[in-house]
């Protein structure tokens, strides 16, 4: 899974970067306007796999993974001016985005529009994205149109077939909304795919609160347009980043900080795009893999490796919790907690599985 790390220029997104995954890329009170990506994969933050570990006494183990992809160089203007080439395609890849929207006032990182205003700002970049996907519509409805003039009755029926969902999505767009916000079935999901479209990928907000303000958004009283929001002190953040672990919990415990933000948007990045983990443990490793919500037990292994998938004769299931309270995989056994199931089995979030195969 690979999230954009999006925001106007100086809203702190190198900086969130670095807080995220521990990085140490340059942060710059003067932006270059260049077009330039940091990219960069950071572990899932999971209890259970340090619980795992330990009871089956494990050689490694081994996170969920994000990567991030910091994007510098957005700004006003890019959705008509066209964006280049190369970052339109990363952007377009991108799993979904990480918004950072300013709220720090500082006298020595100027903001690129005078005076600082976190509505203001997000409305431009989301504005951007709502011309560059609006662009994409339409350019595809007189494709479709122009094919169905030149063509008439022999036109191309998949490329005609689109025109109700383009229609669909023009009229969103022309509303100044989000697609993200509209309801798809799974026909209309498959003939967006190739789009990339900017407004579909899910969102997370972070907004930057700087150094006096406490990380509490409570008070910050935008409309969201649905997203989910947290606040954080983006500088903060990085700098115990790169902390030694007891120095940076030393530093948590005097100012009453109980939990890193950045874990914080870890977990809920991780969440922001229908994903879900099921684990396998064993002497060799205790491992978290990432699936889509709804994924069967088939699936699940293909996830690990081609051949278990292939010779797939039955799951294994514990609930983590009943493997946790239960204390081992014997116990579990004993207790007759350990469910078999087979292939279309919908796999649940912390299922620990172990597949069997033949072959
Ligand atoms: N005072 C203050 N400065 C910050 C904060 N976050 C970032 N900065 C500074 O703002 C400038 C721009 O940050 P950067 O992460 O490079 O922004 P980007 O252009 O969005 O990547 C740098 O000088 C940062 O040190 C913050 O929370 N408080
Ligand atoms: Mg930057």
Not at 144 to 164: F, T, W, Y
């Amino acid at each position: 899974m690979r999230l954009g790390i999006i925001g106007l220029p100086n809203s702190g997104k190198t900086t969130l970067f670095n807080a995220l995954t521990g990085g140490d890329y340059e942060t710059s009170a003067v932006s270059s306007g260049q077009f330039e990506v940091n990219t960069s994969v950071v572990e899932v933050p999971d209890e259970r796999l340090h619980v795992l570990e330990k009871m089956y006494t494990a050689k490694k183990r081994v996170h969920a993974t994000i990567t991030y992809s910091d994007f510098g160089g957005l700004d006003k203007g890019i959705g008509e001016g066209g964006l280049e080439g190369q970052f339109r395609n990363e952007l377009q890849q991108v799993d979904g985005f990480v918004h950072v929207v300013r709220a720090f006032a500082s006298d020595v990182v100027p903001h690129p529009y005078g005076d600082i205003d976190p509505q203001r700002d997000l409305d431009t970049l989301d504005g951007e994205f709502l011309l560059l996907d609006l662009l994409a519509v339409e350019k595809r409805l007189e494709r479709i149109e122009s094919e169905m003039r030149l063509k008439g009755k022999r036109a191309d029926q998949n490329l005609v077939g689109e025109k109700p969902l383009m229609e669909k999505l023009k009229a969103q767009l022309d509303k100044e909304e989000p697609l993200r916000n509209l309801d798809f079935d799974n026909r209309e999901r498959t003939m967006m795919r190739g789009f990339g479209f900017m407004t579909l990928k899910p969102v997370l907000i972070v907004i930057n609160l700087g150094d006096e303000r406490k990380p509490n958004d409570d008070d910050i009283k935008y409309s969201y347009k649905k997203a989910k929001h947290i606040g954080l002190q983006a500088a903060l953040e990085a700098e115990l980043s790169q902390f030694d672990p007891e120095d940076a919990e030393m530093f948590m415990e005097e100012y009453g900080i109980e939990e890193l933000s950045a874990s914080r948007v870890i977990a809920l990045s991780y969440d922001l795009t229908a994903v879900q983990s099921f684990l396998t443990a064993g002497e060799k490793e205790v491992r978290a893999w990432t699936i889509p919500q709804g994924a069967t037990a088939y699936e699940a292994a293909g996830a690990i490796h081609g051949d278990i998938q292939k010779g797939f004769i039955r799951a294994e299931v514990t609930p983590y919790d009943i493997l946790a309270e239960l204390g081992s995989e014997k116990e579990v056994k004993a207790a007759g907690k350990m469910r078999l199931e087979s292939k279309d089995y919908v796999v649940q979030e912390g299922d620990v599985i172990v597949f069997r195969h033949s072959g």
